[in-house]
């Protein structure tokens, strides 16, 4: 089939995938599963079903210009997207409305754009090639980083591709203001690289009402996740719009016009390249994967010499290193209660140093102990994406984090095969083989035994016999240290720190209150 882009890809160059991959999110009264292609469509349903009537009337007073719409529905928009958050963040152990630290908050006329990246069913991704943010006395903070932004810490090694000013040995630097911060941190000078990219809605999605609503939810409630966890190889948002909700609304420019408005956005760190990059056009051509007997191919008709088997089990401890921390990712939402729901190669990249990072948080979903049922469920929307998504999520029963599980198993299958999981099979075909009667792809392509027994656990029918993803970090733990050559230290394995320069220890004066306010205008 035919290349698709994946949905709402935050940071990555657009990647050529089946588009039983796609990532697709569904409101509640659009396209039915048999009405969709597929096996990899992103399913969501959202419940919009109060404020349809709302949204319906102000995008009756659309102006004529198709992609633009009425204040009326910006503004409804901007309720039902705050409304999304306060739900979100009423009993939550993770959401909280005390002041943002280390976030950023700027206008989108403070941001230069440039290379476009990506792009999902949702939102538009570009670099961002100049970032030129203003004091509160109106000058601009680009420039160099003084002594007085910055705060030695002596226990932490300085990032290796850090633009840094004044720094004292192996330091890390703490920058008071993070506007100032990014600011003067946007490029890599002696890369001219960008370190930094926008994420926001495509201006198309506000001539449908219904999905700009939706849509615009999702971003705002992504936004304050990220903003509220921290994880080495979860990506991490640097800025908001300094308005909040109030971006949604466009701003008189002066000239009796109307400034143009890309609406709410993220500033994420930038990704170079994702995991289907990775796998498909990188360790799909390098690395060595069968064993004798193992395969069809030529490797596998004649068996593999002692060097070939040495060169197998080194390309695989590089990806299970991958894998294992994926795995601690979702290890880490998992302990807060927290289920990804869309899990695939092209939801994680890798940073500039190497390190794989998961993104494209819309879908995550924190689930609570009042909500749980006799049967350690939870009802919750059929959301992800067909090919990775679990038996219980596809046929619309209720589940639970073990959901997660069985995606990572799809995903560690494709790790290991470096071959695409379900190829070429239909959504009907995964409903009726896969969801209903248990098919799987062939085992036998992993060759390595404990890894063919911890997918083949992880991807059971019975969702209570799939394993925890405590325990499928723990079992990758092993199999990495085992398989990589040379000792691998604790701290080598360890999860517990980020790999930044820069981090802001400046409160923002701005709460999460204030920006999620639509305010009276």
């Known amino acids: 089939m035919s290349p698709s882009p994946s949905s709402s890809s935050p940071v990555v160059v657009t990647e050529p995938i089946n588009t039983t991959s796609e990532t697709y999110h569904k409101s509640a009264g659009y396209l039915s599963p048999e009405e969709v292609d597929e096996a990899s469509t992103t399913h969501h349903k959202s419940s919009l079903v109060d404020e349809e009537a709302e949204l319906k009337q102000s995008s009756n007073e659309s102006s004529k210009n198709e992609h633009d719409i009425s204040l009326s529905l910006h503004r409804k928009v901007a309720e039902i997207a705050a409304k999304a958050y306060r739900r979100a963040s009423a009993q939550s152990n993770v959401l909280s409305r005390t002041k943002l630290k280390d976030i950023a908050l700027v206008r989108m006329d403070e941001l230069q754009l440039g290379t ?23 000058e601009d903070n680009e420039g160099e980083t003084t002594a007085n932004d910055m705060i030695p810490e002596d226990d932490v090694v300085q990032e290796q591709h850090a633009l840094t000013s004044p720094v004292v040995g192996k330091q890390r630097v703490t920058v008071r203001n993070p506007r100032r911060l990014l600011a003067n941190s946007y490029e890599r000078k ?6 930094y990219a926008i994420k926001f809605l495509k201006d198309e999605l506000r001539s449908n009402p219904k999905m700009y609503a939706v849509g615009t939810s999702d971003l705002v409630v992504e936004g304050m996740f990220l903003a509220s966890l921290t994880h080495p190889n979860i990506i991490k948002v640097r800025g908001l719009p300094e308005g909040g909700m109030q971006s949604l609304v466009a701003s008189d420019d002066g000239e009796g016009g109307k400034q143009c408005s890309k609406g709410y956005f993220l500033i994420l760190d930038r990704l170079f390249d994702t995991l289907s990059d990775k796998i498909y056009n990188e360790w799909q051509d390098e690395h060595v994967v069968w064993e004798k007997g193992g395969s069809t191919g030529c490797l596998g008709l004649f068996g593999l010499s002692k060097k070939e088997v040495e060169e197998r089990n080194k390309n695989l401890a590089v990806r299970l290193r991958v894998a294992f921390d994926i795995s601690a990712a979702l290890k880490f939402l998992h302990s807060k209660w927290i289920i990804y729901r869309d899990l695939k190669p092209e939801n994680l990249g890798f940073d500039v140093r190497g390190d794989v990072k998961l ?10 102990p009042h909500d749980e049922d006799r049967y350690g469920n939870y009802k919750l929307s059929m959301a992800g994406t067909p090919r990775y998504m679990s038996p219980e999520c596809g046929s619309y029963h209720p589940y639970n984090l073990k959901a997660d599980v069985y995606s990572f198993s799809m995903l560690l299958w494709e790790i290991a095969s470096l071959e695409k999981p379900l190829k070429n099979f239909t959504y009907s075909q995964l409903q009726n083989e896969v969801f209903g009667s248990g098919y799987r792809p062939p085992i036998k392509k992993v060759w390595h035994k ?7 656990s992880g991807w059971h029918q019975n969702p209570k016999k799939r394993p925890t993803m405590d325990e499928m970090y723990d079992e990758l733990k092993g199999m990495y240290t085992m398989l990589q050559p040379g000792s691998v230290t604790e701290e080598e394995v360890s999860h517990n720190r980020r790999r930044s320069t820069f981090v802001s220890s400046r409160i923002s004066k701005m709460s999460m209150r204030h920006l999620l306010d639509i305010g009276d205008n």
Do not use: A, M
């Open 359 to 368: 993104f494209d948080l819309g879908l995550v979903k924190e689930l609570h």
């Open 450 to 456: 404990g890894l063919r027994s911890l997918i083949d």
């Open 116 to 138: 476009f990246l990506g792009k999902g069913s949702f939102s538009n991704v570009h670099e961002i090639t100049k970032i030129t943010c203003k004091d509160e006395d109106g």
């Open 190 to 195: 002696e890369s001219s690289t960008y370190r």
